[in-house]
């Protein structure tokens, strides 16, 4: 039952910040719920899930439309192109996949017009294996400066989707690297915060490494339909 599952999940998250002595309520679960119908979102938000992450802006749009009256926030998890910026910037409270300066004067200037200030995670690629999609540790800085000069873009941390191994073990090193960026980044720029890494299989892990969003799917509502 989903009841069960998301008092299992928050008992989780709980003991991983108490092993890394972490204040659990600074761990923001996301439940993923792309490719889920609107009834379990529904079912979801009346068990009082509040973040819910989407990855495709279209099928986001659909469900955003109908769910309207549930205080839901909205996050964009996904790859984002130019051509759905629009949408993004108008349905999503955080976009956690920002990965160019292309991609954010797009942002910036999709938000300037509707008058937003759109919060943004930087989505970081640590490895080859690793999904597509993300930028280079060493343009991370580049990036933060373009966006200094863009009034309508608010960065608040780092991203990443390592690649899968098994053993939530052997993603550990990911989730380490990331926050040692952070933790580089944030001396210069304190607004660099938020970690968001984590997914069903390996979010403990994630946490005692620093996560403080973590992304879950598949193990809040099983398989998607596709
Ligand atoms: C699908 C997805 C998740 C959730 O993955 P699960 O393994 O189902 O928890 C997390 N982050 C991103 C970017 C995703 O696309």
Not at 23 to 33: C, D, G, Q, R, T
Not at 141 to 146: M, S, V
Not at 176 to 189: P, T, V
Not at 193 to 218: P, Q, Y
């Amino acid at each position: 039952m989903l009841s069960q599952r998301i008092s299992s999940i928050f008992k989780k998250i709980t003991y991983a910040a108490l092993r890394a002595e972490r204040n659990p309520e600074e761990i923001k679960l996301i439940a993923v719920s792309k490719s889920q119908p609107i009834d379990k979102i529904i079912e979801a938000a009346d068990l009082g899930l509040r973040i819910f992450g989407e990855s495709k802006v279209q099928e986001a749009k659909d469900k955003i439309d109908k769910l309207k009256n549930f205080n839901i926030e909205w996050h964009m998890i996904g790859h984002l192109q130019t051509n759905k910026v629009k949408n993004a910037v108008k349905f999503f409270e955080v976009i956690h996949s920002l990965d160019s300066e292309k991609l954010a004067v797009s942002i910036n200037k999709e938000a300037e017009k509707i008058n937003k200030i759109q919060r943004v995670l930087i989505q970081i690629k640590l490895s080859h294996e690793e999904s597509k999609y993300g930028i280079g540790e060493d343009e991370v800085e580049k990036l933060i400066e373009k966006c200094k000069n863009l009034n309508n873009i608010k960065i608040e941390g780092l991203m990443t989707i390592p690649p899968y191994f098994d053993d939530p073990n052997a993603v550990r090193p990911y989730f380490s690297k990331l926050r040692q960026i952070r933790d580089f980044l944030a001396k210069k720029y304190p607004f660099i915060k938020e970690l968001s890494m984590g997914m069903s299989h390996d979010f403990e892990v994630a946490i005692e490494e620093g996560a403080t969003m973590v992304r879950i799917g598949t193990a809040l509502f099983g398989q998607g339909i596709k």
